[in-house]
């Protein structure tokens, strides 16, 4: 009886979903040394070279505070440098994190293979652009 309840749940389910496919990619992502947000914020930097934190927060939708903790992890592990001007700080990737973006297209590829060979290509791509449409008209209200 709860598992029908739940499953009608849109905040269940989706968490739910959320578990499964983090741990399919921290699985896929394991080879890199970097957790899945993190190559996020590497791939959303090797795109757009000398990003602020502001910007790398808007384009993920993490919170500026978050943001600033995963640049000082990938800073340290010396994927990323921060070039200051005043009081702003532009990211940009060293040699390493350019030469890291390689493997992650390789693992989000691997990732999407996966999880598309047990979906269906056509049905992961239409549920996942549902989720973002959702996602988009949930994030206005």
């Not at 905040?11 to 190559?39: C, D, Q």
Request: charged share 25%.
């Amino acid at each position: 009886m709860t598992e029908n309840l739940l499953s009608c749940c849109l905040y269940f389910t989706a968490n739910k979903l959320s578990r499964i496919i983090t741990k399919m990619a921290e699985e896929e992502f394991v080879k890199t040394g970097v957790s899945p947000s993190y190559a996020f914020l590497l791939m959303t930097v090797y795109s757009n070279p000398g990003i602020s934190p502001k910007e790398i927060s808007k384009e993920l939708h993490i919170a500026p505070s978050t943001i600033t903790r995963f640049v000082d992890k990938l800073e340290v592990k010396g994927l990323v440098n921060r070039e200051f001007k005043g009081k702003n700080s532009f990211i940009y990737l060293t040699q390493e994190g350019k030469e890291l973006q390689v493997e992650i297209q390789k693992c989000w590829k691997s990732l999407y293979d996966r999880y598309s060979e047990i979906l269906g290509y056509e049905d992961g791509d239409a549920l996942t652009l549902l989720i973002n449409e959702a996602a988009g008209k949930l994030e206005t209200k």
